[in-house]
């Protein structure tokens, strides 16, 4: 399974992006999918995840900014982040698990992207 993410950049306070993540070379049915971010010196952190059938979950600094969604026939999910803050700066990176419904930790993920850069300026 190959994750590759795309769709990072440098936006400024109260900006919006829209992260992509396509699964290739494996299945996307029943794989749950996550988004994770990681700022220079600080631990990676759970941003968002969504199951195969759509449940989603938000870490709290997300909820009400961010809309993880998924298309399923693109093998595809999207990270919609809008009211970006310079705190939100990180690498992201997405996940997939075909084990779990549903995890907020990246323990449980089995593949990774290489991660997009966000740079949200002040």
């Known amino acids: 399974v190959e994750v590759v993410e795309s769709g990072g950049g440098m936006v400024q306070s109260g900006g919006s992006l829209r992260l992509a993540c396509v699964v290739s070379?494996?299945?996307?049915?029943?794989?749950?999918m996550g988004w994770f971010r990681q700022a220079p010196g600080k631990e990676r952190e759970f941003v968002a995840a969504?199951?195969?059938?759509?449940?989603?979950y938000y870490a709290d600094s997300a909820k009400g900014r961010f809309t993880i969604t998924r298309d399923n026939v693109k093998k595809t999910v999207y990270l919609q982040m809008n009211n970006l803050k310079p705190e939100d700066t990180a690498v992201y990176s997405c996940?997939?698990?075909?084990?779990?419904?549903?995890?907020?930790?990246?323990?449980?993920?089995?593949?990774w992207g290489q991660g997009t850069q966000v740079t949200v300026s002040s």
């Open positions: 070379r494996g299945p996307f049915n029943g794989y749950s």
């Open positions: 996940a997939a698990d075909g084990r779990l419904p549903i995890s907020t930790m990246y323990l449980q993920y089995q593949y």
């Open positions: 969504i199951s195969w059938t759509g449940g989603t």
